[in-house]
């Protein structure tokens, strides 16, 4: 079975700096996504980025970027000029990439963000 | 475009009670997972709705039922509620079973 672990139960940043947050996971595929989901006190599970496992260039979304190293099966977001409102939970959760099958996602504990004015 | 929608908002049960909440997914989409979200976790998989049938199951007992309609929206029914059944209980949908996954707000279920 797939598991994702984040280390990180809380982070916090200054406004206007930058933050990693961690991830690692655990599976016996060679073809997968990855994913950070952001969720604010209003609860509603928002898509930050996403990363292809067949692909080696690191996805980047605006200040979101990503530092994926498939061998050593870790995948952390980097949050740039960080802003009050990135405050917020941070989920990494995984995806198998297979056709058959249901495409559930697997999510780690969350990293709780605080962004300090 | 609307969104996922989930109703109700809030729901206050008491232990050994049914309950059903309901989700209608994203324009455009046709398949629905549900996922349950203790306080402090990340969500868990229960199951997901393809073609008006559950296509895979997380590991939830029989008590967790659903459903899905022609029209694509989806129900979820928990019978013989317990206390550890509290949480937030995520609807998501998608455009088949393979792409991404859009998240509605969420109903926050409490049961005492």
């Known amino acids: 079975a797939q598991t994702v672990t984040q280390s990180q139960p809380e982070m916090s940043v200054q406004e206007a700096e930058t933050v990693t947050l961690s991830c690692t996971y655990d599976?016996?595929?060679?073809?997968?996504?990855l994913f950070w989901y952001k969720q604010p006190p209003s609860r509603q599970m928002i898509l930050v980025i996403r990363?292809?496992?067949?692909?080696?260039q690191n996805a980047t979304e605006n200040r979101f970027s990503v530092n994926f190293q498939k061998a050593a099966k870790s995948f952390s977001l980097k949050i740039s000029d960080s802003q009050l409102g990135d405050a917020a939970m941070y989920f990494c959760a995984y995806r198998r990439a297979e056709i058959q099958g249901a495409q559930k996602l697997v999510f780690g504990q969350g990293t709780r963000l605080t962004i300090n004015p | 475009d609307a969104g996922v929608t989930q109703s109700p908002t809030h729901l206050i049960k008491t232990r050994g009670q049914q309950v059903t909440l309901r989700c209608s997914p994203k324009?455009?989409?046709?398949?629905v997972s549900w996922y349950q979200q203790a306080l402090g976790q990340g969500p868990q998989f229960i199951f997901q709705y393809y073609e008006e049938e559950e296509r895979q199951r997380g590991n939830f007992p029989d008590r967790f039922s659903g459903h899905q309609f022609p029209n694509y929206s989806s129900e979820l029914n928990v019978n013989a509620l317990l206390l550890g059944d509290s949480a937030l209980y995520l609807c998501?949908?998608?455009?088949?079973?393979?792409?991404?996954?859009?998240f509605g707000p969420g109903t926050r279920l409490t049961v005492t």
């Open positions: 998501a949908s998608s455009r088949g079973r393979f792409y991404e996954q859009y």
């Open positions: 599976t016996s595929e060679s073809d997968y996504y």
């Open positions: 990363q292809e496992a067949y692909k080696q």
């Open positions: 324009s455009g989409h046709d398949t």
